[in-house]
T-cell receptor, first 111, second 109 residues
């Protein structure tokens, strides 16, 4: 039982490039979410999903897209990377709004 | 909008001393409150979850209390050890999780 997995662990992008951060969970949880963590800013919610086919915006959604075609996967897409998106990205999963379990994170640098 | 505050931002204690970490939130209509531990360069590990109907939760040396009327939660770590050194985050959920900025703890041998 792996819990929440994220790939890649590290990524360097050039400004304007696109990429997808992968998140998968094997706990059959309905609720999944993406956060970014920046020094001095704490963790901020980007997008979340309450089940397959249902997504919604969080606090800082601009520049990011998500989709949820299965219960297990919740990828985060950066359409045109900007230096302001340099951050550590965490995916989380939970049964509704009960205990949330976090993945190990993806450290992204945009040059 | 829910705002979550953790004070102090950093704390250093000698081994064996009890740790007291504070978390304040502005909206008392929370669904639950969760405490996490984060080691440098790592993800978040869930420590304790307190439902809104509960006043406290315990796990080993950890005890977390919740007082919705005053908008406060406290995490107690008994008999601290150097391995307890980490950043501790609280998150309140009236809806989506709202995180505090964390308290960085150093336990010196």
């Amino acid at each position: 039982n792996a819990g929440v997995t994220q790939t890649p662990k590290f990524q360097v992008l050039k400004t304007g490039q696109s990429m997808t951060l992968q998140c998968a969970q094997d706990m059959n949880h309905e609720y999944m979410s993406w956060y970014r963590q920046d020094p001095g800013m704490g963790l901020r919610l980007i997008h979340y999903s309450v089940g397959a086919g249902i997504t919604d915006q969080g606090e800082v959604p601009n520049g990011y897209n998500v989709s949820r075609s299965t219960t297990e996967d919740f990828p985060l897409r950066l359409l045109s990377a900007a230096p302001s998106q340099t951050s550590v990205y965490f995916c989380a999963a939970g049964q509704g709004l009960s205990e949330q379990y976090f993945g190990p994170g993806t450290r992204l640098t945009v040059t | 909008k829910q705002e979550v505050t953790q004070i102090p931002a950093a704390l250093s204690v000698p081994e064996g001393e009890n740790l007291v970490l504070n978390c304040s939130f502005t909206d008392s209509a929370i669904y639950n409150l969760q405490w996490f531990r984060q080691d440098p360069g790592k993800g978040l590990t869930s420590l304790l979850l307190i439902q809104s109907s509960q006043r406290e939760q315990t796990s080993g040396r950890l005890n977390a209390s919740l007082d919705k009327s005053s908008g406060r939660s406290t995490l107690y770590i008994a008999a601290s050890q150097p391995g307890d050194s980490a950043t501790y985050l609280c998150a309140a959920a009236p809806g989506k999780l709202q995180f505090g900025a964390g308290t960085q703890v150093v336990v010196t041998p």
